[in-house]
């Protein structure tokens, strides 16, 4: 609409992937500009207000380290939203830090969320979303927003497995016909990788996580592993020397652990390797660990490949990464969002029907009741009008909206 295409102008649309471990914030022909840790600290003030001092990055320094009126909390655990008054915060603080106030116009949000939120819990974000200063909201379920980025064909009725290995959690999810048939929260992610190289190689969280990201490896018998890895020590002591392929003792047995929790969690739900015909797309950081496809190969004895994120125009080649499958999901998501409010046609995954949900599907963490659940929930949700004082600026934009 011609509106909607004026207040472009002077507003930038985004997009918010919630994750457990880190929170990324996209803006529209920018991509990511924010990806940070998924922590708040708010310190305690009188009569049980609660000041924001710290989020992301910062936050996360504070982490077991604040004084009596100082909590740094994690909105985000095990895949879910555990608190919505500081996801609220969050959220409002990095619409704030991102979008300048442009004639007082505000952005467009599109929120990643996780599949297994109620109707409440739904419409709370939406909310969190307007009180933080948003103009709409939409939301789009985290699994289909991951398998639009990874170019997952969820459209073919054959079976589609898609495992997001990413920093908290992973996540798992069915597809067949265009629909959402299962998913599922495993607990256990690449921070439990990297606190495992941390604890074997007696180097600090840090350090662990550089090795990994940079030298992990999930299988002794590949190729080119005899490179050595030098490994920060605690303390004064000096560095030491590691061949790469050692670091598969340690990071191998994790992988397999979270592979087996999948396959383990799909065979309980109906849903066993046999009907899985197209195959497994692994989107997440940890994806990119070499002979994590091979892994996944021999575990599940089924084909195997990286959802890698197809170029969406002129962002950044460094996005066109695993690691961002569920971010760049939501920019096409937001864009296809913005053709089908402008009276064009759509024929991708997104406009295809999301209902039709399993019931026995959902978090292995958190069963939620059928009568809470919207079987019929699309990918997109449209936001709930919020009430605004009506000051000139909102009856100049109300004018234009009935006249125009």
Do not use: C
């Not at 504070?62 to 655990?77: N, Y």
């Not at 603080?93 to 467009?108: A, C, G, L």
């Not at 103009?135 to 054959?158: D, S, T």
Request: charged content about 25%; proline content about 5%.
């Amino acid at each position: 609409m011609l509106l909607d295409s004026i207040l472009g102008l002077f507003s930038r649309d985004m997009g918010i992937d919630l994750g457990t471990a880190n929170t990324l914030v996209l803006l529209k022909d920018k991509g990511i500009i924010i990806n940070e840790p998924s922590v708040v600290a708010v310190q305690n003030e009188r009569y049980g207000k609660q000041r924001i001092i710290a989020v992301g990055a910062e936050a996360k320094e504070m982490l077991g380290r604040t004084p009596g009126d100082i909590e740094a909390v994690r909105p985000m655990k095990d895949g879910v939203i555990a608190d919505f008054d500081m996801t609220e915060k969050m959220i409002r603080y990095f619409i704030e830090k991102t979008h300048k106030r442009r004639f007082f116009v505000s952005p467009r949000i599109i929120i990643s969320v996780p599949y297994e939120l109620t109707q409440v819990e739904r419409k709370a974000v939406r909310e969190s979303a307007m009180i933080a200063g948003a103009r709409e909201v939409y939301l789009i379920e985290e699994p289909m927003a991951a398998a639009i980025g990874a170019n997952l064909p969820v459209k073919e009725p054959q079976g589609n497995l898609v495992v997001d290995i990413g920093g908290g959690t992973t996540d798992i999810a069915v597809y067949t016909n265009g629909a959402i048939r299962h998913t599922a929260v495993i607990p256990i992610a690449g921070d439990h990788i990297t606190r495992d190289l941390a604890q074997a190689l007696r180097t600090p969280y840090h350090a662990a996580e550089r090795i990994k990201t940079y030298h992990g490896v999930a299988l002794e018998d590949l190729d080119g592993l005899d490179e050595m890895v030098e490994v920060p020590s605690v303390g004064n002591r000096a560095p030491r020397q590691i061949a790469r392929r050692n670091l598969a003792s340690v990071i191998g047995p994790r992988v397999e652990e979270i592979l087996l929790l999948t396959l383990n969690e799909l065979r309980h739900a109906g849903y066993p390797e046999e009907l899985l015909t197209s195959g497994i797309v692994l989107t997440g950081g940890a994806s990119l660990l070499r002979g994590v496809v091979e892994l996944t190969e021999d575990v599940f004895n089924l084909p195997a490949r990286i959802g890698v994120p197809h170029d969406s125009g002129h962002l950044s080649e460094r996005i066109r990464n695993p690691r961002y499958a569920t971010a760049m999901g939501l920019l096409e998501a937001a864009k296809e969002r913005v053709q089908q409010k402008n009276g064009g046609s759509t024929g991708s995954v997104r406009s295809a029907s999301f209902g039709n949900k399993d019931k026995t599907g959902g978090s292995s963490q958190n069963k939620r009741a059928d009568n809470e659940k919207n079987t019929d929930m699309q990918a997109l949700d449209l936001p709930e009008p919020r009430p605004r004082k009506a000051n000139i600026f909102t009856r100049i934009v109300t004018w234009m909206r009935e006249n125009l």
